[in-house]
């Protein structure tokens, strides 16, 4: 599986980003497709995952209630529309995919993208 994350950029705080991960190669009867963040000098954090079929969300406490995940199942394309961004969201952001059979929303992971770097000016 191959995952191709974009979007990522400069923005003001209380601005908004829409990330985006295309998926390609090996195809899953059920999965779970995620983001991850990893600031400067911090481990990496899980933000939200959605899964397939039952297209369920699933967010951490910092992106619940700002950032909203989704999926184009017929572009095997996630999204992580980010709004009300505050500097401390400042990370690189990468998309992920696994098997999914309900349970381990947050992790391990098996396939990762390249990630995107995300910036929250002050």
């Known amino acids: 599986v191959q995952l191709q994350a974009s979007g990522g950029g400069l923005v003001q705080a209380g601005g908004s980003l829409r990330l985006s991960c295309a998926a390609s190669?090996?195809?899953?009867?059920?999965?779970?497709m995620g983001w991850f963040r990893q600031a400067p000098g911090k481990e990496r954090e899980f933000v939200a995952a959605i899964t397939w079929p039952s297209d369920s969300p699933w967010y951490s406490d910092a992106g619940k209630g700002r950032f909203t995940i989704s999926m184009d199942i017929a572009k095997n394309t996630v999204y992580l529309q980010m709004n009300s961004l505050k500097p401390e969201d400042t990370a690189v952001y990468y998309c992920?995919?696994?098997?999914?059979?309900?349970?381990?929303?947050?992790?391990?992971?098996?396939?990762w993208g390249q990630g995107t770097l995300v910036t929250v000016s002050s």
């Open positions: 190669g090996r195809t899953f009867s059920s999965f779970a």
């Open positions: 992920a995919a696994k098997d999914y059979s309900g349970s381990g929303i947050t992790g391990p992971y098996d396939y």
